[in-house]
């Protein structure tokens, strides 16, 4: 479970926006009676205790993030929307499911703006060397550059 401010997903995130911030959705739906109940009994969402927040599931509909650690990443993802900083060891793989998961949940620039201003971002030399382990480090290095739009490093990386 991850409690998070609304506010800031809904402005980070046109996805958030749309399942949270209207009534169009069922979890928008919710998440008003909810705040609307604290509301009433004059509890502000960020002082309430846990079980009286609303809680909304997310279930994984791409293949490309069902692997082993994609909690972790999510939760840097959240980290980045509310403007804090990365926890997880920074790879090309925690990079390629980090830039799906931004592309999904529409909030790939904010996730660019966050890496383009970290100094801890690897990018290894993939030219030259084809071995398979390479080849897949290079198609995540494109996948990531295409995703962020990246364009200088998706050059780059389609060059070699």
Same mark, same amino acid.
């Given at each position: +479970?991850?409690?998070?401010?609304?506010?800031?997903?809904?402005?980070? #995130?046109?996805?958030?926006? $749309?399942?949270?911030? @209207?009534? %169009?959705?069922?979890?928008?739906?919710?998440?008003?009676?909810?705040?609307?109940?604290?509301?009433?009994?004059?509890?502000?969402?960020?002082?309430?205790?846990?079980?009286?927040?609303?809680?909304? #599931?997310?279930?994984?509909?791409?293949?490309?993030?069902? *692997?082993?650690?994609?909690?972790?990443?999510?939760?840097?993802?959240?980290?980045?929307?509310?403007?804090?900083?990365?926890?997880? %060891?920074?790879?090309?793989?925690?990079?390629?499911? /980090?830039?799906?998961?931004?592309?999904?949940? !529409?909030?790939? #620039?904010? *996730?660019?703006?966050? $890496? &383009?201003?970290? &100094?801890? $971002?690897?990018?290894?030399?993939?030219?030259?060397?084809?071995?398979?382990?390479?080849?897949?480090?290079?198609?995540? &290095?494109? /996948?990531?550059?295409?995703? +962020?739009? !990246?364009?200088?490093?998706? /050059?780059?990386?389609?060059? @070699?």
């Amino acid at each position: +479970l991850y409690r998070v401010r609304l506010e800031t997903l809904r402005k980070t #995130s046109k996805y958030f926006e $749309l399942l949270l911030g @209207s009534d %169009r959705f069922s979890e928008g739906k919710g998440i008003a009676a909810i705040f609307a109940s604290l509301r009433i009994r004059e509890i502000l969402p960020s002082e309430a205790e846990p079980e009286e927040l609303p809680r909304i #599931s997310i279930t994984d509909d791409d293949e490309t993030t069902r *692997v082993a650690g994609r909690e972790s990443v999510f939760t840097d993802l959240l980290r980045v929307l509310h403007g804090g900083e990365i926890v997880m %060891r920074i790879t090309i793989p925690y990079l390629a499911i /980090l830039s799906v998961m931004a592309d999904r949940f !529409d909030c790939a #620039s904010t *996730v660019a703006r966050y $890496l &383009k201003g970290t &100094k801890k $971002l690897p990018w290894p030399q993939t030219f030259g060397n084809m071995s398979a382990v390479t080849e897949e480090l290079l198609r995540q &290095k494109i /996948l990531i550059s295409w995703l +962020l739009d !990246d364009q200088a490093k998706l /050059l780059s990386a389609t060059k @070699s």
